[in-house]
């Protein structure tokens, strides 16, 4: 491994550290540092150019978090097990979630940046900022990076795995950029075809905003043209037992005259579901995947004994 | 005291009665339902004995003819004729209801008695009578 | 995957069990899964949750460090929590099964999602897979060496060699027996008295428990004796404050805070009532150290 000039300003230079003139050979450090989080469980790592994302809402850009950052590191994976998408029990998908082994594992290589490398490295934080934002856009940057490709139903698809939970870690190490992938993952063939034969594709069908759900829009060309997505409608599938959950009881509670009324609301198995999906947050953030798990977008990665 | 399906285990191939006009479909089983307090007061006690709140005889190693178990939310909507989602909320307000905010403080001050015996003493202090002499010191 | 033979069945099996022995597990063990249909009614069996399932692999982690139960501080040995372990081995195992052997696997479905009840026990695939017995102490699996440990478990489609129910109950142990027959009670049964405030009863002929009764809901007021359930009790005092006084009073009291940290933090807050345990002799030796 490398050990290159320390980034971080005042930063004394470990005794063993090989301070070196010559530029270090950057394919190399990032083909080490990508291998290592493949061997830790990633199963998508790719490097994208930030500046791709200049044109992203202000706040959400990587150099708004970090000034010095050069280059965006995606990782994906950690998705549920096939067993727990065929399973035909929801409570399954809702309480078994691993999206923070991700962060995890984005954690731990921010740290083998700065500590090692002598860069800066942040992993970027995969809850909301305030007014319920994300830090960065994390599908932009997936895009930028070739992590996937976006999806009618609204998640990054990689064309082979499909559906992954996504870390992106922000650095000022100056790694070679992957860039987008060519070929979207989204339509996929047999979604055109069904499109083209009823006007729905998988995820619109199971899910479809004119019909109470939450996805709708046309397939032209090839391409998603017209994508509709009712937010709130999917973030309170999402978030079926969480904090909007906590919230919306709460608001009737409080509404509610009656004192019996609100001793069988708060006592509730809706309450009581919601509180414990607070307190296991880490397993329970994402509990409706039912648009994914109708995508054939890395299903044929589903089909085991 | 505690009633649990007769006979120890409800058969098998038991019917749990479906009726065309009770919601079986999971959205909603799952959502935000709030049963009418008088339904509640009326139905608690008999839900709360069908359900898993007092475990009786549920040990594996109790012959087939003593050992029991609770009966599932269905079970006990068939049986007493009521809508499934109601019989969930009942037994979920009972379970929080059984008792009082004061039952959490009452529940430290027995740990702390509790734990502070056993420093002071062991198990030899959990015996109204003489405990037995024990050969190994580390067994008390 | 090609049919194995009965050796090579085994060594797989053995295998599975050693990579959850590595990832943390302190013990490992496999239940069939159409041994659960005895026990548990339709809704709550391994098929239920993974049509086909054949095997549930079911991972033990010990709780508490042997330290915390020395500590006078019992509200210390309340939150030193623990590392889950059980459950990364099942993760890691259940995983193992889906990439290296091609069947289809997952993690048990084991929180709480209908009140108290969770959709799959895992007490139960403990019993099943001979990593235990349940006890008359609030009906605890106790492993006949460590005693209190922690379950979490794989459901697989994939055929594994199962491990049977053991055939002695743990529980009663010889010395509870003994303090049975001079006092009506074991040491559980002493501390925590269901006919005076307590949570557990039982009755033992012979040294063996012929009936037993466990009051789950006080046992809840300790072992959740913060968390989600007195925080929704406060929230409804809240709601029902006549004024913001009163209202100010639960808002910043210590247990409005600890209530909430124990929600937060709950890593550290899972089982808040060990007193039962304390006095088990199960397993209790193992915890005496330098």
Redesign the interface.
């Known amino acids: 491994m490398f050990r290159v000039h320390a980034g971080l300003p005042g930063r004394a230079l470990p005794e063993e550290a090989e301070v070196t003139e010559e530029e270090p050979d950057w394919q190399t450090v990032k083909s080490e540092l990508l291998e290592g989080v493949l061997k830790r469980g990633a199963m998508v790592a790719r490097v994208g150019d930030p500046d791709l994302l200049a044109d992203v809402a202000p706040g959400q850009r990587p150099s708004d978090l970090l000034p010095q950052v050069k280059s965006m590191i995606v990782l994906g994976g950690s998705a ?5 998408w ?7 998908l ?3 979630g ?1 999206s923070d082994r991700m962060a995890a594992i984005g954690s731990a290589l921010a740290r083998q940046i700065e500590e090692r490398l002598g860069y800066y490295a942040m992993n970027v934080p995969t809850s909301t900022d305030q007014d319920d934002k994300p830090f960065l856009d994390f599908t932009a940057a997936a895009v930028a990076a070739g992590a996937g490709s976006p999806s009618l139903a609204g998640p990054v698809l990689h064309p082979e795995h499909g559906f992954v939970y996504l870390t992106v870690i922000l650095t000022s190490l100056p790694l070679p950029f992957d860039g987008p992938i060519e070929q979207p993952a989204c339509p996929a063939p047999s979604c055109v075809e069904m499109y083209d034969q009823r006007g729905v594709t998988p995820c619109t069908d199971v899910c479809n905003i004119d019909d109470g759900g939450c996805l709708g829009g046309q397939i032209q060309d090839g391409l998603v043209i017209g994508r509709r997505y009712d937010a709130n409608r999917c973030r309170d599938r999402v978030y ?1 037992y969480w904090v909007p959950g906590y919230q ?3 608001e ?3 509404s509610e005259p ?16 919601t ?2 999906s ?3 947050s880490n ?1 329970s953030q994402g509990q409706c995947f039912e648009c994914m798990r109708v995508c054939p977008v890395g299903a044929e990665n589903r089909m ?2 | 005291m505690y009633a649990r399906v007769p006979g120890g285990r409800r058969e098998q191939d038991a019917e749990v009665t479906e009726h065309h006009d009770r919601p079986t479909a999971r959205g909603e089983l799952s959502g935000f339902h709030v049963v009418d307090p008088d339904l509640y007061r009326e139905y608690r006690g008999r839900v709360v004995r069908m359900s898993n709140s007092h475990q009786v005889n549920i040990n594996e190693f109790l012959p087939d003819t003593v050992r029991q178990r609770a009966m599932t939310d269905a079970e006990i909507a068939a049986e007493l004729n009521l809508d499934i989602r109601d019989v969930t909320e009942i037994r979920v307000v009972a379970e929080h209801d059984e008792y009082p905010i004061e039952e959490y403080e009452a529940s430290a001050r027995f740990k702390d008695a509790a734990a502070e015996s056993y420093r002071n003493g062991g198990v030899k202090n959990l015996y109204k009578g003489d405990p037995p002499p024990s050969r190994n010191p580390a067994e008390i | 995957m090609d049919e194995q033979t009965a050796d090579e069945l085994e060594a797989t099996t053995l295998a599975l069990k050693q990579l959850g022995l590595n990832s943390g597990a302190t013990v490992v063990g496999v239940a069939a899964a159409s041994a659960f249909n005895e026990y548990v009614p339709e809704g709550h069996r391994p098929s239920d949750f993974m049509p086909g399932a054949k095997s549930v692999v079911v991972a033990g982690s010990l709780g508490p460090s042997n330290a915390a139960w020395q500590s006078p501080n019992r509200r210390l040995m309340e939150i030193t929590g623990y590392d889950f372990r059980e459950n990364v081995a099942s993760l890691v195992m259940a995983e193992h099964i889906e990439t290296v052997h091609g069947y289809q696997a997952m993690q048990a479905p084991a929180l709480p999602t209908s009140g108290q009840h969770p959709p799959m026990s895992m007490m139960l695939a403990a019993v099943l897979a001979g990593l235990g017995t349940r006890s008359i102490a609030a009906n605890i699996i106790l492993h006949p060496t460590y005693g209190l440990l922690y379950y979490a478990a794989a459901i697989t489609t994939m055929p594994l060699v199962p491990d049977h129910q053991l055939e002695d109950n743990v529980c009663p142990a010889r010395s509870c027996v003994k303090m049975y027959e001079l006092e009506g009670k074991t040491p559980c049964m002493a501390v925590c008295p269901a006919d005076d405030g307590g949570c557990i009863d039982a009755t033992i002929d012979d040294g063996e428990i012929t009936s037993s009764y466990f009051n789950r809901e006080r046992c809840s007021t300790r072992a959740m004796n913060f968390g989600i359930r007195g925080h929704i009790k406060q929230v409804e005092l809240l709601t029902a404050a006549d004024d913001i006084d009163e209202a100010k009073a639960v808002l910043y009291s210590d247990d409005f805070r600890r209530n909430l940290s124990s929600v937060g933090r709950y890593k550290e807050s899972v089982a808040q009532c060990f007193e039962c345990m304390r006095v088990c002799p199960v397993g209790r030796y193992r915890r005496k150290l330098k």
């Open positions: 549920p097990r096939v067993g727990e065929n399973s035909p029990r929801a409570e399954v809702e309480t078994v691993t079926h919306a009881v709460l009737k509670v409080l009656d004192v019996e009324r609100r001793k069988m609301m708060l006592y509730g198995s809706y309450f009581t579901r509180m414990w607070i307190t296991y397993v085991l004994k």
